[in-house]
């Protein structure tokens, strides 16, 4: 079955320095993964997603991410931190669940990210 | 904005009681997800549903339930209610949700408390 791994529970970053979130995913196949924020008592936002093509994936806010097929990883940056940054980032690959003709999300556990002034 | 409708925003209620909660998709989309937000299970699927068929299905009690109507909102029924049961639930939509190609965007939850 597929995972994902978030290592990184919380993350404190002081604004306008550089963040790097980390994720890790084990899938049999070509992952198909995403990027998802979660702002105080909202809901979720993608950010950015990979499918195929170029491993550098630009998204909303500033943010980027890099497809590592090697090391199995998704991580997400972004140059320089915003106080409006601080939320949780979720971490996702999508399974086709080929017996039910669907497909869902599976997702990392979060990392909460503190911006300090 | 998602352009994904939840409603109610908050529900308070006791053990033992049944609930529904609702999700409109976005316009034009035709799977709709649940999703359950829990601090001790983190974020799981529950079920999707494809222009009103069932088509996957996850980590879903025989307690909860969900249909999606000819107009394509759905609804997710939780019956007997345990206070375990207390999370958000999130609703998504994608525009076909047959193949992991699809993007899915989020509903701003429910926020289900069991007292």
């Known amino acids: 079955a597929q995972s994902v791994t978030q290592p990184d529970i919380h993350i404190t970053v002081s604004e306008g320095a550089s963040l790097e979130l980390r994720c890790n995913y084990s899938?049999?196949?070509?992952?198909?993964l995403f990027w998802y924020v979660q702002s105080p008592g909202q809901g979720l936002q993608l950010l950015l997603k990979y499918f195929s093509g170029d491993t550098l994936v630009q998204g909303i806010k500033g943010f980027e991410a890099e497809f590592k097929r090697s090391q199995s990883s998704f991580n997400l940056r972004k140059p320089s931190v915003h106080w409006s940054d601080a939320a949780e980032y979720f971490c996702?690959?999508?399974?086709?669940?080929?017996?039910?003709?669907?497909?869902?999300?599976?997702f990392g556990g979060g990392t909460r990210v503190l911006v300090k002034p | 904005d998602s352009g994904v409708t939840q409603t109610p925003k908050h529900l308070i209620t006791a053990t033992g009681q049944r609930v529904t909660l609702r999700c409109s998709p976005r316009s034009g989309d035709l799977s709709v997800y649940w999703y359950q937000q829990s601090l001790d299970q983190g974020l799981q699927f529950l079920i999707q549903?494809?222009?009103?068929?069932?088509?996957a299905k996850g980590n879903i009690l025989e307690r909860f339930s969900a249909q999606q109507f000819p107009d394509l909102h759905s609804e997710l029924n939780l019956s007997s209610l345990e206070l375990g049961d207390s999370a958000l639930y999130f609703c998504a939509s994608s525009v076909a949700g047959l193949a992991v190609l699809d993007t899915q965007y989020f509903g701003p939850g429910t926020r289900l408390t069991v007292l």
């Open positions: 899938y049999g196949a070509t992952p198909y």
């Open positions: 996702a690959v999508g399974e086709r669940m080929i017996k039910a003709a669907g497909n869902k999300l599976t």
């Open positions: 549903y494809y222009n009103g068929e069932e088509r």
